[in-house]
T-cell receptor, first 116, second 113 residues
Framework: NAGVTQTPKFQVLKTGQSMTLQCAQD?????MSWYRQDPGMGLRLIHY???????DQGEVPNGYNVSRSTTEDFPLRLLSAAPSQTSVYFC???????????????FGAGSRLTVL | GDSVTQMEGPVTLSEEAFLTINCTYT??????LFWYVQYPGEGLQLLLK?????DKGSNKGFEATYRKETTSFHLEKGSVQVSDSAVYFC????????????FGTGTQLKVEL
């Protein structure tokens, strides 16, 4: 089925470890983004990309890196994990600004990360 | 900046009760408004949207009307079911601002028999 695929679904890290959350979409969407979801705070935008080779920071980018080498993939990297990064992470994509699906995000199922 | 304020939950209702979840916003430009729903263990799904003042979005028996004069987008359903139990998020994006959404904190709805 077409959609947004995130891996892994669950991950436990120790402080200082690094890891990459993977995100892939097969809808040829130009726009991709990463959000984190924390209790009482809703979803906050970490990084986003409007197309291959273009990325930009969202509301809470510190401690995270992204790249967009292809239209399909948008990995999120934690270089040195901290307990404050314990959260549920969602990848989301949508069509480009001029497309019919602009502004309507399709979300992945989420990745639950715990940093000890 | 842009922000969305939702009523706090959890909201607990009996099946067939009337539902209202309040949502108000502040925006630096002209917003489009959305309601997303998150079922347990899943990602968010678009429930409905409205792109200009006085528009009414509707889906699966849920409705919300874009009220520019009160900067509100309240979600309503006339008769809730147990299957409507989920977390509901109000969100906005600014026209011309790309696809970046600003979300409210979410309202958990529990519907009991």
């Amino acid at each position: 089925n077409a959609g947004v695929t995130q891996t892994p679904k669950f991950q436990v890290l120790k402080t200082g470890q690094s890891m990459t959350l993977q995100c892939a979409q097969d809808m040829n969407h130009e726009y991709m983004s990463w959000y984190r979801q924390d209790p009482g705070m809703g979803l906050r935008l970490i990084h986003y990309s409007v197309g291959a080779g273009i990325t930009d920071q969202g509301e809470v980018p510190n401690g995270y890196n992204v790249s967009r080498s292809t239209t399909e993939d948008f990995p999120l990297r934690l270089l040195s994990a901290a307990p404050s990064q314990t959260s549920v992470y969602f990848c989301a994509s949508s069509g480009g600004f001029l497309s019919a699906g602009a502004n309507v995000l399709t979300f992945g199922a989420g990745s639950r990360l715990t940093v000890l | 900046g842009d922000s969305v304020t939702q009523m706090e939950g959890p909201v607990t209702l009996s099946e067939e009760a009337f539902l209202t979840i309040n949502c108000t916003y502040t925006a630096t430009g002209y917003p489009s408004l959305f309601w997303y729903v998150q079922y347990p263990g899943e990602g968010l799904q678009l429930l409905l949207k409205a792109t200009k003042a006085d528009d009414k979005g509707s889906n699966k028996g849920f409705e919300a009307t874009y009220r520019k004069e009160t900067t509100s987008f309240h979600l309503e359903k006339g008769s809730v079911q147990v299957s409507d139990s989920a977390v509901y998020f109000c969100a906005l994006t600014i026209t011309g601002g790309g696809n970046k959404l600003t979300f409210g904190t979410g309202t958990q709805l529990k519907v009991e028999l």
